[in-house]
């Protein structure tokens, strides 16, 4: 089984800084990507930053300049800094990774269970 934590959600005020951090346990035999998510009521998930093995990155336009993700191989985790934080940063952020279970088996993504942000005005 995998599982995948998240922590570092909360309240903030909007200019302010927040880091999320995930951290993927269980039989895992490689990762490829991890990643964030969210996901506000009403609304499909949106992709916010994802990294790759190899530290390729990728950021909604949204986040850019101002949330910075980045990985500790050697941990299995995922950070999201998040600054100048908005109010329409608000929802769920989801950790995702795609990873194999088995050197034979496709790599599949799991989700954490989701923290939530929110950010006042």
């Known amino acids: 089984q995998v599982q995948l934590v998240e922590s570092g959600g909360g309240l903030v005020q909007a200019g302010g800084s927040l880091t999320l951090s995930c951290v993927a346990s269980?039989?895992?035999?490689?990762?490829?990507?991890m990643g964030w998510y969210r996901q506000a009521p009403g609304k499909q998930r949106e992709l916010v930053a994802v990294i790759t093995t190899g530290g390729i990155l990728n950021y909604v336009e949204s986040v850019m300049g101002r949330f910075t993700i980045s990985r500790d191989n050697a941990k299995n985790m995922v950070y999201l800094q998040m600054n100048s934080l908005k109010p329409e940063d608000t929802p769920v952020y989801y950790c995702?990774?795609?990873?194999?279970?088995?050197?034979?088996?496709?790599?599949?993504?799991?989700w954490g269970q989701g923290t939530q942000v929110t950010v006042s005005s």
């Open positions: 269980g039989s895992i035999f490689s990762i490829n990507e």
């Open positions: 995702n990774t795609r990873l194999k279970i088995k050197y034979y088996t496709a790599p599949r993504d799991y």
